[in-house]
């Protein structure tokens, strides 16, 4: 016959193990068929895939589909990433579906940000082509500036070098003519005096000697006494014969 310890010991044990028996269907409710703790729905939007492979109908295939087609709005659009009606209604009383959060907004921010360095990128590209341009522009025009310019004044210093080519082509021309006919030389301006630098005397208009010497030069009469001629007595042509 037991002693009255161990009869202590089995009713102790007996005890106990019936409290387990009547509270474990209730912690196992609790718990939840993800087995985490308070019954904790998944998120089908952040859930990892071992965590989603713990859902009933859901193996390793399933939770990659269900990975693949977030994010996800409502439970029903799982059917959109290839998981069957059963399985999703199996499913519903133990996921839930949060807001695309942060996961979702920081993508929308990034896309956003990247949008804007595109623009930006955009933006100084165009504003470097219209600066190179403008540069462009402005150079072409500083060159045909400066290409006008210098066919003005080659324009205008060959027009003097004709002009004055002219005029030394004139003034050769009229004495080659004066030495050849011994026609006097015409004053550039009238009242002018003819002077004889060969004789330091000068003729005024009417002399037989106005402008026919061989050496001499025009001056106002002016001029001529200054530089020290004097006034030769007049000749006409009929004293001369």
Known sequence: MKSPSVRRVFWSASATLAVLLAIAPALVAQAGPTGQAGGEKIDLNTASRAALETLPGVDQATAKQIIAGRPYTSVADLSKAGVSASTIEAITPLVKVSPLGTAAAATGKGTQKAATGVGKGADAAASGIEKG??????????????????????????????????????????????????????????????????????????????????????????????????????KTAVENK
């Open 133 to 234: 341009a403008d540069a462009t522009a402005k150079g072409i025009q500083k060159g045909a500036n400066a290409t006008a310019t210098g066919v003005e004044k080659g324009v205008s210093a060959a027009s003097k070098g004709v002009q004055k080519g002219a005029e030394a082509a004139a003034s050769a021309a009229e004495k080659v003519d004066r030495t050849m006919t011994g026609a006097p030389q015409t004053p550039p301006k009238a009242g002018m005096v003819w002077a004889d630098t060969a004789t330091k005397v000068y003729y005024k208009e009417g002399d037989s000697s106005y402008g026919k010497t061989s050496k001499g030069k025009w001056l106002t009469e002016q001029e001529a006494v200054k530089e020290g001629y004097l006034l030769a007595k007049p």
